[in-house]
C-alpha cells in the first residue's frame, strides 16, 4: 500500500513556473530522503533534486537555484518549485523515496515548457 502520487505537471511557456507536488503514503515519511528525478524523451531517468530527513537539499547542476526542493512532513509531502522554465527541462518527473535499503517511485508527471 504505499503510493507516491505526484502532482502539479502541466504546460508552461518558456520562463514560467510550475511546482509539483509528492504525496507519499504507506511509509513513515519523515524517516525518507525524497528526490525528484525526470527523464526526457529518448534520454536517461536523471537526478533533479533530494532531499534528506534532515532536510538536507542536493540538486543537479543544471537546475540549482531555479529549482527549489522541499517537504512538509505534517502533510507527508514533497515539492518541486520550478523557476525559469527552459524547454530543455521538459521530461516526465518522478518522485523517488529511500530509506536505507527501501525505495519506492511515484508514477510520474508530465511537465512540457512550451510557447
Known amino acids: 500500500q504505499v503510493q507516491l502520487v505526484e502532482s502539479g505537471g502541466g504546460l508552461v511557456q518558456p520562463g514560467g513556473s510550475l511546482r509539483l507536488s509528492c504525496a507519499a503514503s504507506?511509509?513513515?515519511?519523515?524517516?525518507?530522503?525524497m528526490g525528484w528525478y525526470r527523464q526526457a524523451p529518448g534520454k536517461q531517468r536523471e537526478l533533479v533534486a533530494t532531499?534528506?530527513?534532515?532536510?538536507?537539499?542536493n540538486y543537479a547542476d543544471s537546475v540549482r537555484s531555479p529549482f527549489t526542493i522541499s517537504r512538509d512532513n505534517a502533510k507527508n509531502t514533497v515539492y518541486l518549485q520550478m523557476n525559469s522554465l527552459k524547454p530543455e527541462d521538459t521530461a516526465v518527473y518522478y518522485c523517488?523515496?529511500?530509506?536505507?535499503?527501501?525505495?519506492?517511485w511515484g508514477q510520474g508527471t508530465q511537465v512540457t515548457v512550451s510557447s
Open positions: 504507506g511509509i513513515i515519511f519523515s524517516r525518507y530522503g
Open positions: 532531499i534528506t530527513s534532515d532536510r538536507t537539499t
Open positions: 523517488n523515496a529511500r530509506y536505507r535499503g527501501l525505495g519506492y
